[in-house]
């Protein structure tokens, strides 16, 4: 369930910084709602080269509140209106930290980058666009800071109503009425927080130093040390893990749930990793986790001459209030999170290779395994009960040009439907049937009338959105490069006959051609450990008292995963295995053996050697006899079956292994 | 025969006395940590604990407050910068010009404002306790306000700059303020300047708009190389007509105005042709000069990025060590080399 909470909020950061461009029109006062899915603000200055801003200026400062859909939605001079006295010549400040509170009221939290030219504010006080302030010293005073140390992020908790209340507080108190513990004394009141990161480190002798990399509560705890936000192969965090890495911008849920705190923290930090996972200063990381918007991607839709801005303030609308509305793909390749693959959610036209790349956190090794998939792949998503006449997931070739909605290729599914039989039989039996049309489409009340039983009086639980047949079991129904690279997407129909589109697509790599085993005599040899090494032919039969012999081989796949030995024979008849040896692992107990690479043996086209095997291995049942000696070579793909009703993950299955073997004899 | 062994001790004293001193300086206060930082200092953007050299401190956490050496070394922790204001907080460096290590001679600034309010964050700072308000620095370009001061360099003769810091540290930074003009006056009289760069944008400055990526004029309000002047023609360097500024984060150069072999560093990457880091020194239009990795490798740290935020380099010719050399050999030797 957490994780499921988990995606979901993700889809919604994702999805809502990822909408599709707005057409921009001049208002009287600034457009905040264009920031409703996503908002932030960049290092630098540049001009947009594409549409133009409510103002006609193509002029982006870095203080200006920027929608990721390329439209603005305030000016720096906007945000600072109660601030500017009477005729004066508003100065941009840049902006360094946001928190929308709220849209209806243009309600703002942020702080600037400057100090206030007419001396009300410092970079470091926390403003309000209702005019309110709180000092810098009131937020870090609980942590015995008692200067101003700058304010580079910030996030509000609680609930809408007491964080409106609250700021109403705010501007009532003015920004000299924050003496003692005033702030966390009304923070408490409120039942509301304050989380935020500030510009430098404050160390102290006696306690741990609070790093600018610190997320902070201003009811005076550490909401997440710079350590716990940056996944565990990153050396975040001082003094022991080595660099301080910032924390330059935040956004979070506003009831965040206490078990699950730092997952659900999108930030980014001051400079950039080049380890594992790699991230940029300006990319939007999840907490724990690797980056799940880069800077290019978060900026596309402005256009700017260079693909990197930083990123300098955040805010999004992540959390349980703000569900998705409109049908949207969640899952490919069985029940993997579109986030999980590299450009699996990005904005159209977006990046990305296409491979699963499973949790960064956690997956040995730094560079996590790569996946592709193959045969059926189940996609899944959301579609809403109402609203929707037709549906299908469209895709086209990775690098062809972006097609008008409804021309492109749609995935097609042939359902097999439970249906109720009454007497005599009075049972569910998969005699129904649910198509889409050639070009992939399907009847959306049809799907979800069969989905919950409403039409056939059975549930069918297994329906997905679409079950795509990438190795063209079925003529016609799979793509055209079974082992192609593909970008897929969602299309609907409305009730009034238009066409819709997902705002992201999602890129997905195929792979359906199996490892390969080079033939005999270079795919698999059994060598003699002493004696140069020399090979001992298939039926040929090694020296007496030869315990152990090296195992050679020679195989070959674009996205190889491990390999097996498999020895059998001797009596009475024993087996013993050796492996899976993956191809990340450093060697398989036998130090500098095994040479493997991404794509099987290394060098390519060579037989090399795998380990050695030990015949003594068998115990009792290594006698004077024969042997046979298994070579199974797997790849990487996730491969799923399909009959109709359900789809299955089978990717470990021997059917998809590629083997070979040799026998030999061998005598104690 | 004898007269050479009458003149040998005392021409190698001479020798001596001509390799120790230079043109027109007088050796006064030394530190051993800043002689580290004559050719290279810099500071980074975050914090880090060091594996190279143990800080002479013994501390092995290097604050982005302190300015460091390209051997790896401390050269002043962020206090000794601010030992004059005796500050016990760190208060980051955010632009650095080392002008004389023997006199302990820095001029910089700081990322925070001083708690106690005598100076800001923008305004130019020396080891000597002078305060120049950012708003001095900016008096020509007729901008109000502080903007912020993301890098320094003064450019002129020693003489000049070491007389012109002199005069500043007897000036309080509320006399600069009444007359904001005095700067630009001492700085001529001086025959010296001081190029810097800003953290914000004013589009309203007194003739042209200046961008945190312009390198400024302090003397003459000028914009000495516009942020496109800085990178080379492939970047979409300069605002509003190649389309970013990438921000000026560091500068330095010889103290002549010669700026073909200015190094500095920008705020953001880039990652096309002759792609950089907000951590490289690149050399002024004309690619990196120094690889972030490179700079910060002395350290050992855990990350091999640790972004550059003040930066300086003696570009200047070595001292000439040997000058004395054809005289004392004409005079004492009846030798013309």
Known sequence: MYRLLNLGLLFVLVAGLLTLPGVAYAQTSYPLDNCRGGAFSTEEDFMMSKSEPYDGNPYISDGDLLSPNGTLCARNADLLQKFNPAGAAAADLGLDAVDILDFTDRLVAFSTELDDIFGKFTAGDLLFTNGGIIPNTALVAPFGITYDIGLDAVQFIGTPEKLMSFAGLVLQIGPDGWGQDRLQQELKRYGIDIWFSIEGTHWTAVAAPI??????????????????????????????????????????????????????????????????????????????????????????????????????????????????????????????????????????????????????????????????????????????????????????????????????????????????????????????????????????????????????????????????????????????????????????????????????????????????????????????????????????????????????????????????????????????????????????GTAGVKNTDTTGTTPDLTTVRLRDIHMTDLGASFTDCCYVLDLWVRDAAIRHTFNGRVANDNSGSSAYQANAFVTFAAAP | MRKLSIWLPLLLILLSIAFLIDNNQVVGQTTGSLVACKDIAYSTEEDFLTQGPVPVDGNPIISDGDLLSGSGGVCMRNRELLRVWDLQVDLGLDAVDVLDVERVLVAFSTELNDPSKRFSAGDLLTTWGAVIPNQVLLTLFQVQGDRGLDAVHFVGTRDGILAFNQTATAISRDEWLRDPGKLSGELRRNGIDIWFSIEGTVLRAATVSIYDGDLLSAAHGSIVLSNAALLPNAVPAGLPNRGVDFGLDGFTASRSTELRDGRFSTEILYRGELAFTDGDVLKVGDGIAIHDEDLYKPFEPKADFLGTDALYIRLDAQPQRDKFLPMILKRFLGVTP
């Open chain 1, 211 to 588: 790093l600018d990399g610190d997320l902070l509560a201003a009811t005076g705890y550490v909401v997440a040390h710079n350590s716990n936000l940056l996944p565990n192969s990153v050396p975040a965090g001082l003094p022991q893990r080595g660099v301080d890495f910032g924390l330059d911008a935040v956004t979070s849920v506003r009831t965040p749930d206490p078990d699950s705190v730092i997952p659900n923290i999108y930030y980014s930090t001051e400079i950039l990793f080049r380890g594992e996972p790699a991230f940029n200063d300006g990319d939007i990381l999840k907490g724990g986790n690797g980056v799940v918007v880069t800077n290019e991607d978060l900026i596309r839709a402005w256009a700017p001459k260079a693909d990197f801005l930083g990123l300098d303030a955040l805010w999004a609308p992540v959390g349980p209030g703000t569900p998705p509305e409109d049908p949207h793909i969640q899952t490919m390749c069985g029940d993997r999170p579109v986030a999980d693959f590299d450009g699996g959610l990005i904005p159209i036209g977006g990046g990305g290779v296409g491979l699963y790349k499973a949790n960064l956190s956690t997956s040995p090794p730094g560079d996590p395994p790569r996946r592709p998939c193959g045969e059926y792949v189940p996609i899944d998503g959301f579609l809403p009960d109402s609203a929707v006449t037709r549906f299908r997931v469209s895709y086209r070739p990775n690098g062809a040009a972006v097609p008008a909605i409804g021309a492109a290729s749609g995935i097609r599914t042939n359902w097999q439907l439970y249906e109720w039989h009454g007497w005599p039989i009075n049972a569910c039996l998969p005699t129904g049937s649910l198509v889409t049309d050639a070009n992939g489409w399907m009847d959306a009340s049809d799907y979800l009338d069969a989905k919950d039983g409403t039409l056939t009086g059975c549930a069918n639980s297994g329906l997905r959105l679409a079950v795509w047949d990438t190795n063209n079991h079925q003529a016609g129904f799979g793509p055209a490069n079974k082992d192609g690279h593909y970008v897929l997407w969602l299309e609907w129909e409305d009730g009034g006959g238009t066409l819709h589109r997902e705002p992201v697509e999602h890129h997905l790599q195929l792979d359906n051609t199996l490892p390969t085993i080079a033939a005999y005599p270079d795919g698999l040899q059994v060598r003699l450990s002493g004696g140069g090494g020399a090979i001992v032919p298939a039926c040929g039969e090694a020296p007496a008292g030869s315990s152990t012999f090296q195992a050679w081989g020679q195989f070959a796949d674009l996205y190889y995963w491990n390999f097996s030995l498999i020895l059998r024979g001797g009596a009475p008849p024993a087996s013993f295995g050796y492996g899976p040896h993956n191809y990340w692992d450093l060697n398989d």
